[in-house]
């Protein structure tokens, strides 16, 4: 538990003591602890003050005072008190849950994780992507319901390896998308590059155009907000073709991922901290029970 930087006055009783997680890059390796009165729960994403400022942060836990008075007696510094409760995470739980467990999986400290995992412009914009998602449960509930909650969606985890050609390749997931369309249920498609992300969606998005979204880390900020609004906004279920991160786009219909090109090794980060991507879509995928198609010209033989 790692401390914050300046102090404050006792903590007054009934309050909470909240553990996060900050949602800026190179802050603090653990979790920092604050207090406060207000309703919070894990999952919730708040903002704190650190060294002067006020940066998001992303809720881990939340203890009752009461439960934790001596562990408080005995720390040695004071604790500030949370500034402003935005709510539930716009990110799916599932997302946040495969990011820790990748982080173990590669023995990474949580924070450096979720900043890897989850695309810089959706942190910086967050208030504006909360926004989309809180016009659309004030105008039409119900179609929030089926795209941004999941609670109507019943899919069926099953993992299977495709090593065809690409024209094979291609002409499968046609098929796959026409057959998810018709269920209602988006598909994801996940690219380690830019140029193969650009190859995919001139093969893939004919015909469905309005209904294809393509993401990647070279598009400006305002492009990947302008997409994700559209993206979660579209009542029609959508084909997604992007990196890895882009899996953290809150469109809870997705029922198929297909990680593609899985014997590329741009799918290993060059820099900390070295995450190969490949694990954490299976991850993920499995938190979600989607159908998870893994696809090359030749595999790895790890994956075989």
Not at 240 to 264: H, K, Q, V
């Amino acid at each position: 538990m790692e401390a914050t930087d300046e102090k404050t006055d006792k903590i007054p009783i009934g309050m909470k003591i909240v553990s996060v997680i900050p949602l800026k890059k190179s802050i603090l390796k653990g979790d920092l602890t604050y207090f406060s009165s207000l309703d919070i729960f894990p999952g919730n994403v708040v903002s704190v003050p650190l060294k002067g400022k006020k940066l998001l942060a992303l809720v881990t836990s939340v203890t009752n005072l009461k439960e934790m008075k001596g562990d408080v007696k005995e720390m040695n510094f004071n604790l500030r008190k949370v500034a402003l409760n935005l709510g539930p995470s716009i990110f799916r739980k599932e997302y946040i849950d495969a990011i820790f467990e990748n982080s173990k999986y590669f023995a990474q400290n949580r924070n450096t994780s979720v900043m890897s995992l989850i695309p810089r412009a959706f942190i910086e914009e967050y208030a504006e992507i909360l926004k989309i998602k809180e016009e659309i449960v004030e105008n039409n509930s119900s179609h929030y319901q089926n795209i941004s909650t999941g609670d109507a969606i019943g899919f069926q985890s099953e993992k299977v390896l495709l090593q065809y050609k690409i024209e094979d390749r291609v002409s499968t997931y046609k098929t796959m998308i026409r057959e998810s369309f018709a269920k209602g249920h988006s598909i994801f498609i996940v690219l380690p590059t830019e140029s193969d992300i650009a190859e995919f969606n001139s093969q893939l998005s004919k015909g469905i155009e309005q209904f294809t979204f393509s993401f990647h880390g070279a598009l400006t900020t305002k492009k990947k907000i302008e997409l994700c609004k559209q993206a979660i906004t579209t009542r029609h279920p959508i084909l997604i073709i992007g990196t890895a991160p882009f899996l953290s786009i809150p469109r809870y219909d997705i029922g198929t991922i297909i990680l593609e090109r899985e014997n590329s090794n741009s799918y290993k980060m060059l820099s900390r901290p070295h995450f190969d991507l490949r694990i954490f879509v299976e991850i993920f995928a499995a938190k979600i029970n989607a159908y998870l198609v893994i696809a090359d010209n030749i595999l790895r033989f790890e994956t075989i």
